[in-house]
């Protein structure tokens, strides 16, 4: 098995993502903007619609995701109508993603039941699982890009992770916190309580009037298109890796298929 060139990696995902602003804005526009209206309008704020905000987030980063995928593996751009292209590809991977966030807000949960030094060490041998698993499978959203049926996605991820896993964990990291660290210094600079779009924390206080909405809408588009920057230049760096360890795996049979349809 080849080894991941984890510098190479990230730095020509850094090429692509930020070569690519214009494209990234084009595909994620609308979900930026939804997402960061209810934010800056404290819809988190009300009892019952404290995930609201995250929805629109979630939708744009799954059409950019298998967007970005699709143009690393098959080198296809994404249509006109690309910003809405939310389809079946877009669910079985925010299904994925949903599956890693559950993984990974497990362990709190354990810990949080037991309590104490068992309800630690438990949530420290469920955090090391839910990584290794979260890593292993994560290249699956790849072949589910280029319309692999779920079943045989999982089969090249697990081959492709085999002796790579935390290489592939360091090429993201180099992918996502260099612009992390960024967009919370301006969020802490800008009074934001909360980095993530759509996560907890309120807008920070602004004069009443349009400013009370403009202000904290101006931050959140910023470090919403930073996060979306952060989606392309992870997938990116995925595609990359597939290109690099499982070419043949991920791309001979779905490449073949889309030439000729």
């Not at 984890?6 to 990234?24: E, K, M, P, Q």
């Not at 403009?214 to 931050?219: M, T, V």
């Not at 919403?224 to 049979?253: D, E, H, I, W, Y």
Request: overall charge positive; hydrophobic content about 55%; charged content about 10%.
């Amino acid at each position: 098995m080849a080894r991941l060139d984890v510098l190479g990696t990230a730095w020509n995902g850094y090429r692509f993502a930020f070569g690519s602003l214009r494209g990234i804005l084009r595909l994620c526009w609308p979900w930026l903007a939804l997402g960061s209206l209810l934010a800056a309008a404290g819809i988190a704020a009300r009892p019952g619609l404290a995930l609201l905000p995250a929805v629109p987030y979630a939708i744009g980063a799954s059409i950019l995701w298998i967007a970005t995928l699709r143009i690393a593996l098959l080198a296809e751009p994404p249509g006109r109508d690309g910003a809405l292209r939310f389809g079946g590809r877009e669910l079985r991977t925010l299904g994925i993603f949903a599956a890693a966030y559950l993984a990974s807000a497990a362990p709190f949960a354990v810990q949080q039941a037991i309590g104490g030094p068992g309800g630690l060490g438990a949530a420290v041998a469920l955090s090391a699982c839910g990584l290794y698993l979260a890593v292993r499978m994560l290249p699956a959203s790849a072949a589910i890009a280029i319309d692999q049926p779920v079943p045989s996605a999982l089969r090249p991820a697990w081959r492709m992770t085999r002796g790579n896993g935390l290489r592939l964990v360091a090429t993201l990291a180099l992918a996502h916190l260099p612009l992390q660290l960024a967009a919370g210094a301006v969020a802490h600079m800008a009074g934001w309580p909360g980095v993530l779009p759509g996560g907890p924390g309120s807008a920070p206080a602004a004069p009443d009037g349009l400013l009370a909405l403009a202000s904290p809408l101006a931050l959140g588009l910023a470090l919403g298109f930073v996060f979306f920057v952060q989606v392309a230049l992870a997938a990116a760096c995925l595609g990359l890796a597939c290109q690099a360890l499982v070419p043949t795996s991920l791309r001979g049979a779905p490449a073949a298929n889309a030439a000729s349809s």
